[in-house]
């Protein structure tokens, strides 16, 4: 296949996962020429009998990629596969790009992208890589575990005292990551994992750029993340300055979501879900029937303005403001 027609199928592959029904067959009919092929991908990845089932599928699992064992698949997406492994420093996750991509300059200036800004970044709530092995797969710290997404799925909502301490953790995690001079750009619940020990990870920089190339992105008008998960600024027209509080407001988004059980963004097609995110506030969380504190909910809130001056600042103030709590000069400002 060819590798444009490739990186478009699995761009759509990974866009009609994300709904159902009617947006689902309107997102197809726009790419009537890859509908088929996307449609029995849909077809394989949602069967209950598992035909489709990587682990088994995958030829690569039970044998060796260069210095690697490979023990199961983790996680496939359009741009690759997730590997758990071992190698001969033991267990870690190799992540490989799918090889009809990496004929794609810019798909292979961004996994290379990721793999530098991993191995830059040293803290417990960021997973870390290791570089790019001579296989050209990123070598990862396995993280054990489960995440937000499948945490979502099982529990549905989650107290307040844990959605703060989630908070509090991704929170050192885009600190880290910012101060690295880099904005993560796609936060989402498949990007955070709880490892068995308790401890929060951000996963995923693939398409975490440096603040001076997002400018530059942005001037192009080109749009890179997932539409439910990315901040108005990321959609406004021009060329908007996009910095760290656009990761605060996919913070928001994912905490709304932990609270109410629910995403504040209505399920839909892309030009819906843009304009909600540009235009539609969401409803209060105590109309959600969330069980939270009013300090929890403004806070919340806060990070989902539309306007990211109206947001706190950056991700070291969000830290201080869950640290002090109700006791502290923020929330003494809302009362």
Not at 12 to 40: K, N, Y
Not at 64 to 70: L, V
Not at 138 to 146: N, P, Q, R, T
Not at 305 to 317: G, H, N, Q, S, Y
Request: net charge negative.
């Amino acid at each position: 296949m060819d590798p444009n027609r490739w990186q478009r199928v699995c761009a759509l592959f990974d866009a009609a996962r994300a709904v159902e029904g009617a947006d689902r067959d309107a997102l197809l009919a726009g790419s009537p020429e890859l509908a088929d092929e996307v449609r029995e991908l849909l077809g394989h990845h949602e069967d209950p009998t598992g035909a489709l089932d990587a682990t088994l599928t995958d030829p690569h699992v039970g044998g060796e990629i260069g210095a690697y064992r490979i023990v199961r698949v983790l996680g496939k997406g359009g741009m690759g596969t997730v590997y758990a492994a071992e190698g001969p420093d033991g267990a870690v996750a190799l992540k490989r790009l799918h090889p009809q991509l990496k004929a794609e300059a810019s798909i292979w200036e961004r996994f290379q992208r990721e793999a530098a800004l991993g191995s830059r970044i040293r803290h417990p709530n960021v997973v870390q890589s290791f570089g790019i092995d001579a296989e050209d797969c990123i070598v990862m710290e396995l993280a054990d575990g489960e995440t937000l997404e499948a945490l979502l799925e099982a529990e549905a909502r989650l107290p307040e005292t844990t959605c703060r301490d989630i908070a509090r953790e991704i929170g050192r995690a885009l600190m880290a990551i910012h101060a690295a001079g880099a904005v993560h750009r796609d936060l989402k619940p498949s990007n955070v994992i709880r490892r068995s020990d308790g401890r929060i990870q951000v996963m995923d920089l693939g398409i975490a750029l440096p603040v001076d190339d997002l400018l530059r992105l942005s001037a192009t008008g080109q749009f890179v993340g997932t539409a439910r998960y990315c901040a108005p600024e990321q959609l406004a027209e021009g060329k908007p300055t996009l910095d760290g509080r656009a990761d605060l407001y996919a913070l928001g988004l994912l905490l709304y979501e932990m609270a109410a059980g629910e995403h504040p963004i209505p399920r839909g097609g892309l030009v819906t879900t843009m304009r909600a995110h540009l235009s539609s506030t969401p409803r209060p969380l105590a109309e959600q029937g969330a069980d939270v504190t009013p300090f929890f909910a403004a806070l919340v809130h806060t990070l989902l303005a539309k306007d990211p001056a109206a947001r706190l600042p950056d991700a070291e103030t969000l830290v201080r403001v869950l640290d002090e709590g109700e006791a502290g000069a923020w929330w003494r400002a809302q009362s």
